[in-house]
């Protein structure tokens, strides 16, 4: 049990590392690189109300006052005597501690609180009402256990998924709770991004992928080298297949290999897997990262993916890696060979107009609304009396000035331009 307490909460402590990365560098380590004392100014302990401090509190030199005036110096100080970590980040301070049993670590907890007592009420922005302990371990038999820890005579509330800097946690730290909040917040954005093609207008098709990138993709893969190694990550994939759906006008069976190479956006697993491994590549070079230097502890449990463990430093671009791993993929998994578009993060020659757009993508990936898709609902209808309607018929009708093939769809030249007009709105 000593053990498994020892990988779990060592995971924890990491995860909350990484998380605070993002704040962390840019608020207080930069300015304080730059120039330790004319940066920094410090509370007036003693002098501020409670306003005053909230005022500041969500000011620009919020990151100063925390680190300078005290949380972190007690508790650095209090790291001395205790065995407990402290990380901080804007107005959210959280302690960590670790050990074999819960009794030991509600004791800890308890000293450790009694310590920055006397600075929070001389501020008046100590609120034990709003202060939560989360435990994480692996030990099902005490999945209920709550701890007990009580702060300026309050008892603390037990949180099951205490929110940190935006991140769900839970008590086997797999983020399934976060993955399904995340992917309720990806699925409204999906709606408006709908709203923009849902007309005959509709946007640009650079418009669109900007806007899911920025709205979507971004929203899906924050904090993400805390969370890819987890199995319910790919939860969030149908989200984002969606967003690429409303990108391309491409319908549901679409192949999804197909799917992000008209969309020109790697997919999900690739890029956070990069967004990973560049996390990894500062952490190994930037003596500013909180976990440069860090030895991990020995890995037990085959389930527990570990960050130093198990991602490797990037060693090209973002992008190249991207698009390496891309290709790689492709190759390993052959997707339909008709499309003859390479694997690229831009868009495929195309359309502003949104319905030619629309029309050309769906042509491309072999999947539309043609009569013999159309079939399973009533008796199959002849266009043009010669074969049944599928959608390799439609690049080669009769009715269609001539053949156009999937070479032509693909640089979008004059024959794709006449087979687009042709079957607009039909498909
Ligand atoms: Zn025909």
């Not at 008892?155 to 992917?183: I, M, N």
């Not at 709908?194 to 900007?210: E, Y």
Request: aromatic content about 8%.
């Amino acid at each position: 049990m000593q053990t498994e307490y020892f990988n779990v909460l060592e995971c924890w402590h990491w995860v909350m590392k990484i998380i605070s990365i993002f704040s962390l560098i840019d608020q207080i380590w930069k300015p304080l690189r730059m120039d330790a004392t004319s940066c920094v100014a410090p509370l007036e302990v003693g002098s501020s109300s409670v306003v005053d401090i909230q005022r500041k509190a969500v000011g620009p030199r919020l990151g100063h006052w925390t680190l300078i005036d005290s949380p972190r110096v007690l508790c650095e100080i209090h790291c001395l005597w205790f065995p407990v970590h402290q990380l901080l980040s804007q107005d959210d301070l959280c302690i960590t501690a670790q050990g074999t049993d819960f009794i030991s670590i509600e004791e800890t907890l308890k000293d450790a609180l009694s310590g920055l007592t006397t600075y929070y009420e001389v501020n008046h922005v100590a609120n034990p009402a709003k202060t939560q302990v989360c435990a994480f371990h692996l030990r099902n038999k005490e999945a209920k256990r709550q701890l007990n820890v009580s702060w300026c005579g309050t008892p603390l509330s037990h949180s099951e998924h205490p929110v940190y800097l935006g991140v769900t946690l839970d008590r086997y730290l797999t983020f399934k709770t976060h993955f399904t909040k995340t992917k309720a917040k990806v699925s409204t954005r999906n709606n408006i991004l709908r709203k923009l093609t849902n007309t005959r207008w509709g946007a640009c098709p650079k418009t669109l992928r900007a806007t899911a990138l920025a709205l979507c993709f971004s929203t899906a893969e924050y904090a993400c080298p805390a969370w890819e190694r987890s199995t319910h990550a790919k939860k969030l994939d149908p989200t984002l297949n969606e967003s690429c759906r409303c990108i391309t006008g491409c319908l549901k069976p679409t192949n999804t290999n197909n799917l992000y190479i008209l969309a020109g956006i790697a997919p999900p697993v690739i890029r956070r897997a990069v967004a990973s491994r560049t996390e990894r590549r500062r952490q190994t070079t930037d003596e500013r990262h909180p976990l440069h230097g860090h030895v991990p502890a020995p890995s037990r449990l085959k389930s527990r993916k570990s960050f130093l463990n198990s991602t490797a430093p990037l060693e090209t671009t973002p992008s190249e890696a991207r698009l390496a791993m891309w290709k790689e993929k492709l190759n390993n998994h052959p997707h339909s060979p008709t499309m003859h578009i390479p694997a690229a993060e831009s868009l495929p020659p195309g359309d502003n107009n949104w319905a030619k757009w629309k029309c050309l993508n769906r042509l491309r990936s072999g999947m539309g609304r043609s009569r013999e898709a159309l079939s399973r609902w009533g008796p199959t209808m002849f266009d043009c009396g010669t074969e049944p309607q599928t959608m390799e018929h439609l690049l080669r009708c009769p009715l269609l000035g001539g053949p156009c093939t999937a070479k032509d769809l693909a640089l979008y030249n004059t024959k794709a331009q006449q087979c687009t007009n042709h079957w607009l709105d039909i498909i």
